[in-house]
Structure formats: C-alpha cells, structure tokens
C-alpha cells in the first residue's frame, strides 16, 4: 500500500503534499515535485523551520502589503477574515462595514498609528505580534459587532475574550465541526470563546456543549448559504424543477492525504465507492443524475476533482458540472433543489437538502467514529432512513429505490428525529439574521472605545 502513495513539494519549497498514485501527475501539472529530489526536500525544511518562516512572511508582508500611517476608520460592522465572506456581506444591509483579513497571505493593507504601536508594545508578551495587531485594529476600529463565519478560528476566540464587554462578537455556522479541530484539544479550549453564536440547528448546539467549550449563547436560525440561494433564486426568477433529476450526487474527493480527515485511512476510498455505487445505480436503472463539483471551473480544484473521479469511475461516462466562479456558490445548492434525493458521504450540503424539504441519504461505509452523520459523537438513530453504512452494493441500491419510491411525508416519518434538529429550515435565515444584526447594533452598550483595555 506504501508504494501506491508519495509525497510531493512545490517548486518553492513552501508546501507539502502527500496522495495517492493516481493524483500524482495532477499535482505535478500544478508544479509539485517529487520528494525524493535532495535539494527540493533540503528547501522544505529550510521553509518551514521556525526562525526561516517568521523572517519569510515579515519581508513577503513588506514587499505586498500597502502601508497607511493612520488609525483606521470608525465603523458599525467588522467582518473577520476574508476568506470567503460575500455570505456575510449579503446580510449586511448597509455597507458600514470592513473586511480584516487575519490570514497572513491574505493580508494586503498594514495600518499603522501611534495608538496601533502603543498597544501591541503594551501587549507584547500576551499574544502573538498578528493577533495583538487584530486586536489592535478593532479597539481603534469601535465597531458595534464583530462577525466570523470562521467559528473555530483562535484569532477571533482570542480577541473575543478582550473586548466583549464592550463590542458584540458574533460567529455564524458554515461548515459542520469535526472532532479533529486542535480548537477541542485542552490548550484549544482554554481559548475558545464565541459570545454569540447562530448555529445550523439543535444537534450543533449539542455537539458544542458536550465539548464543553466556552460559548455564551446560541440560535440554531439554518444555514446562511442556503438561504442566500434562495434569495438569489427569487431575485433571479429562475424556474425550479423540483423534479429534474432523480439524483443529486455531491462531489466530495480526498485528494490529500495529509491533510483534514488524515486519520481515516479508508476516507478516499469511501468517497470513491460512495460515486461507483450511485453510478452503477443510475445506469442500471436509467435514472438521471447530476455531480455537482464544488471547485469553480478551471481551477486546480476543479482538476482535482476530475482526476479524483476518473480513477473511481473509469467504467463510467461521467460529467463533473463545475460552475463559473460567479455562480459556484449557488450552483450545488439549486441542483440539490432540483433533484428528488441527495447522496454524500458526509457533506455538510445532506442537511443543507433537509432545510430545502428534500430527501438524502448520507452513505458512510469508512466505519470510524470521527465520520459519523450528521455529526460526531451526537445521538442520531442509525437505523434512520438517510443513514446507510454498510459497503453493500445490493443494500445501497434497495435503500436508494425505497427513498425514490417514497412520499416526502412517508420518508420524513421515518427519519428519526425532526428535520429541524439537523438545520433549521434555510427559507428566512438570511432574513432572520439580519434582523438580529440589526436589533443587537441598535442597542446601546453605553461605553465608548476608550474604556476598552
């Protein structure tokens, strides 16, 4: 099995990558080389010791980076971090606000004052140099609300804990949490703090509160991005065949080996049995499907993904639909609408589905406890109609039949639990959190930011 995954290095040293054989020639199109090379192996640990790296990204920052000798402008609204942040900015209803990027290769703009200097000198021993930096940036900021979408990110935890006194910080639900996330381990938790946190729905709440991690209050209000689509949708005046596909196929591929999910040895080959099954399925009984990719079109992702599948479906005339980057994040959504049952391993996008009143099955054969829907370590009925674990190809097929077969009333008596205890229904959440948004900014705190210490 050693012989069937290497490891790879990008042409600067800077990134390692450990696959399987069959995405070996993918990734070397992208500019990684082979490992085995002395001097390549020589310049990733050169990058990445400690001292080296720090020295890299203080020069990568000057050269990059615009300088503004200045504070920064008094605002209502703080987003925090940019990586993919329109969510947050659709739900902003006027455009008081900033977006801090807090990802070193994302920051672009470096502020710097008296008042900026003076506080990270006076915290230097506290924090890290970035994070004293955040903090500082907001405390002269003084905006009313701080969002995150990011909700395991320390950096927000960390300036969370300082200045929520005075200024609301609030983390919206994104991606489903896994047990893995450094955020749950003893020194994570000790940082851990959301003071206000809109989740998907009941079962994430659970999920936090057995892990005993420090967050002051929930709302389970759905899934932001779902809702969002339906907005688009509407505005749009698309027309929406609830039953153009019999299936909805989500493209979920595990191309590095390193990386998120590095403990579940089986991860990639599940994800690849879970495509072959619905493909033999489909064609066996001439249904139609869609796989829709989750990279943009003619992107590395989206490379990724074709080469993931063509060596799981080499038997199969397969089609990826890879959506222009305009309308990638809507695309998967409107075919999940579109189809009459979702299938996936674990995709956060099976409970998504649920919010849009559609049927799912979640086929999870890896056998490990870290992958378990719809989320690890909840109590789920596991006999549930949308729940198959079993590597049966002859038991896939008769569950996938029966689901198709069945009235959405008749599949939803059966799944277990209601469908708002896996998300909340996604029609109103954009709505739902504006209006909250605009209730918590409207409120008084009665401090200003010179109280902040």
Known sequence: MDNDIVTLISRDGKNKVVCSKYMEECFKKEGYISSKKFYINLLYKLFNFKVLRKIEVFFTLCLRCKFFFQDPKHIEFVIFDSENSRSVEKILLNKNYVIISTRIEQINKIYISTKIIFYI???????????NYLAALIKVIAPKIVITHISD???????????????KFVAIQTYAPT?????????????????????YGEC???????????????????????????????????????????????????????????????????????????????RKHNLNMVLPGKAAKDTAGARREIYFYKHYLK??????????????????????MQSKLTIALWSTLLREAISFEKKILSFNPTGHPDVIFPVPGITFPQESICILTKPSYELFEERVLKILSM???????????????????????????????????????????????
Do not use: W
Request: a positive charge; proline letters at 2%.
């Open 121 to 131: 000198i006076k915290n230097l021993f506290k924090r890290s140099l970035k994070q």
């Open 153 to 167: 990110s320390e950096d927000f935890h960390i300036i969370s804990k300082i200045f929520h006194s005075k200024i």
């Open 179 to 199: 047990m893995y996330n450094k955020m749950f381990s003893a020194e994570g938790k000790k940082n851990f703090f959301i003071p206000k946190f809109f989740c």
């Open 204 to 282: 994430d709440e659970l999920f936090y509160k057995k892990k005993k991690v420090n967050i002051g209050s929930f709302e389970a209000v759905g899934s932001i991005q779902a809702s969002l689509c339906y907005e688009y949708v509407k505005s749009e005046k698309l027309k929406i065949n609830p039953n153009k596909y019999d299936i909805c196929l989500i493209a979920e591929t595990h191309c590095f080996l390193n990386g998120d999910f590095s403990q579940v040895k089986n991860y990639a080959e599940c994800h690849g049995l879970v495509a072959e099954f619905t493909h033999r399925l489909c």
């Open 315 to 336: 038997n199969y005339n397969f089609e990826i639909l890879h959506s222009p980057k305009e309308t990638r994040s809507y695309s998967s959504y409107i075919n999940v």
């Open 407 to 453: 009235t959405n009333k008749e599949y939803f008596s059966q799944l277990g639990k209601e469908k708002s205890f896996l998300m909340a229904p996604a029609v109103e959440t954009a709505s739902i959190l504006r209006k909250r948004l605009k209730q918590m900014s409207e409120h008084d705190t009665n401090d200003t930011n010179d109280n902040i210490i």
